[in-house]
């Protein structure tokens, strides 16, 4: 029962900590808080559905599809939606107050579309749906291959932000977005490319999620939640602690329901991501700063 | 005379940084004081602590015999202190009157209604402001604003008034004007600390100079005698002219 | 000055009795309408009451909305009504109490999120409550409170809602709200409480909220979390004021009123589209409409006015 809970604990957090780092390079470099990231994540699961259930393509394929497709809609959206607002915003809080309302809109649009096209239906697949034994414990084998594709995906991620050049001039300007510009960064260049790259993730993400989840078109919101909350327990703009307070999370979850009571899983989520915002803002890794 | 403000071995940390480190000085009732050292020698910081924007790490302040360290800035407003904003600070969703009635309505006169109205005018007036009375705030200048942001601080009729690089970047016309505002203010028993580059109105303005070079005091006493301390030359022209 | 401010308030009783005597004329269904429309009227007054000057975006409304309405359910068998409201209120304050005494550090994201979160955990909680101790999720509501009852009762609320918000609009604590929304540092400096002004208005504000689903909630009859914590409640008042503009009195009670009549057509000849055009919605006050209605038309009435007086020959400058 341990190593069960232990591994999809695992499974799970491995999960949201690749959904998270999404989130943290649109809010830690863009600095937009994109309230519509779970529709994101929820439209890339209903397109690995539909290519799996209409098209015979297997998921892993469909990653090579969805990935870009989330690149390129984050980059429509931040030219498109984002850009004017950044342009207008006086201060900091006028551009948050703007950006989630406009993301806000975007959520319900998206949800919309999927609504009208899916219906309010629980989704999900047969892909891979067989038993491994893993330390004498059965999981099934998509599982397992979600939490390859999220570590492979989520290192992949870190070695490009860490060792090139591009990377560190992105982390540049989630460190200081004001000076960046007087190395040569073009900081707004570089927060759509941050926000592109976000959309990519989250499509990563969905897919990872529809190989081994039921999904619907509304549950987008919980996703966006789940990966907030990660982000903040992580420090915004941090890679690493997205990693890790993602897998903290989905042990915690997986043990709440296991051990306590599946019915408060979400509670417990919430009361967690509560108690992050009023005592550690800055994070659980993070120092205040100033 | 005696001390309005007593200062003593005020301390602040950000992290592993000490910004300012064990200061400590005194400023009598109605004088005119200047905070002088390079930037980021800590300056704004003990402005910050004094009026209660952040607590001090350690230290302690007091205004007139009451210890004021470490109260919210709202408490430490309400004893007599009051200041402007190195960075302009106006209110931009409210008119130039209204920034000056924040001050007047909830400052120690509570002056509310038309009463305000009336005193905001007359703040406004001794600016040169109050033709502007009824525009909004965000429309002002960037002098206009500074104007208002002083005219909001005497409002609130402080007994210590915290200026924090007022007349960083004034025409030298307007430079002679606030000199001269700033000097009325004596007059009226007002005691000023105030944070400035501008050494011609330190000479004008103020009896006396502290200053800080990276967190210490290094210098306090009458402003030319100050000025000329070997440790204050060296601070502002670097170690080889000493 | 003293003429306008009593023609005004005669305006304003008149109003309010007028839209008193409205049951005797209004079908079964127009009065459902109008409970529903005075609902949400109040939920944006109120809500803009804290959230418009302070800027603080609260998604809390159906928290607020749902402890009120649940509290009616849970206790409509053991004691009388009036006393049901009382108690409905008392929580509601007391909740808004905790809540905004933890969340006055929170500001920007960190507040829109928390107040989100906070309505789904009170959410989740009471459905796990329902579920696991008194075994059953859904609750009925019987009570002795006629349609007409109700549209009196929130008449009386959105008419004390409106008159606090008047009130506060014309006060010492109004300006202080409006301080605190531009520069907290410069507010505290002032001398003003930021941290007392702000929980003070968050409870009112509140309790308002909590009032009018305490007092919807007998429509219903019967009740489950799902129903009474609906975020739509929170995203609808929010948008609400937004459109009509959360600075004024009457902004959220201009929003508030064609966009009910919109969602309501919405719902009944498009409830598949409903959400797209939310969205849209909010997109569209967001990047056309970002102070709300009543300062678009302000601004453009004085852009024309100062053209038109520009036109004038000899009195161009």
Known sequence: MLVTALLSGLVLGGTYALVAMGLTLQYGIARIMNLAYGEMIISAAFLAYVLYADAGINPVVGLLIAAPAGFLLGYVVYGVM?????????????????????????????????????????????????????????????????????????????MLLTRTLWGTALRAVAVAPASAPLVGINVDKAARMAFALGGALAAAGGVVISMYQTFTATSGVVFTMKALIVVIMGGVGNILGALSAGLILGLVETFVAT????????????????????WRPAGLFGRASR | MTDLLTISGLTRRFGGLTAVDAVSFSVNRGEVVALLGPNGSGKTT???????????????????????????????????????????????????????????????????????????????????????????AQDLT????????????????????????????????????????????????ITVLLVEHVMDAVRALCDRCVVMNAGRKIADGPTEKALSHPDVVTAYLGGGHA | ??????????????????????????????????IGMLGYVTLATAWALFSGPTRYVSLATVAFFGIGAYTVAVFSESMAYPLLLLVSAAIGLLVASVVGFATLRLAGVYFVIFTFGLAELIRQLVTWYEVNMTGTLGRYIFLPVTPEGIYWQLLGLAAITFAISWGVGRSRIGLALKVIGDDEVVAAHCGINVARVKLALFAVSSTIITLVGAIQAPRWTYVEPVIAFNPTVSFLTLIMALLGGANR??????????????????SANFPNHYSIILGLLFIAIVFILPRGVLAFAEENWKRWRRHEVKTVPGVAE
Do not use: C
């Open chain 2, 46 to 136: 003990v402005l910050n602590m004094i009026s209660g924007h952040l607590p001090p790490s350690g230290g302690t302040i007091a205004l007139s015999d009451e210890m004021i360290s470490g109260l919210s800035p709202n408490r430490i407003a309400l004893k007599g202190v009051a200041r402007t904003f190195q960075l302009v600070r106006g209110l931009p969703s409210l008119t130039v009157a209204e920034n000056v009635i924040a001050s007047l309505a909830f400052g120690h006169r509570k002056l509310w209604g038309a009463a305000a109205r009336t005193e905001a005018l007359a703040r406004l007036e001794e600016v040169g402001l109050a033709h502007r009375a009824d525009q909004s």
């Open chain 2, 142 to 189: 960037y002098i206009d604003q500074k104007r208002m942001e002083l005219a909001r601080a005497l409002a609130a009729e402080p007994e210590l008034l915290l200026l924090d690089e007022w007349l960083a970047g004034l025409n030298p016309t307007e430079l002679r004007t606030g000199i001269e505002l700033i000097q009325s203010l004596k007059g009226r028993g």
């Open chain 1, 259 to 278: 051990y306590i009571d599946p019915g408060l899983t979400l509670a417990a989520t919430y009361g967690i991501f509560l108690a992050i915002l009023l």
């Open chain 1, 82 to 158: 984002m850009r004017p607002l950044v342009a207008r915003a006086k201060d900091k809080a006028s551009l948050e107050i703007d950006s989630i309302l406009a993301t806000f809109g975007l959520l319900f649009v998206i949800q919309g579309v999927l609504l009208v096209i899916f219906g309010a239906n629980f989704t999900s697949y047969n892909y891979l749906n067989v038993a491994v034994d893993v330390f004498g414990t059965n999981i099934a084998a998509n599982r397992l291959l979600a939490l390859v594709m999220a570590l492979v995906l989520g290192g992949g991620l870190y």
């Open chain 3, 249 to 266: 009195l009457t902004g959220p009670l201009l929003g508030a009123v064609p966009l009910f009549l919109l969602f309501e057509w919405l």
């Open chain 3, 1 to 34: 000055m003293k003429s306008v401010l009593s023609l005004q308030v005669a305006l304003f009783v008149v109003i309010v009795a007028a839209l008193a005597f409205l049951p005797v004329f209004a079908s079964p269904y127009g009065l459902t309408l109008m």
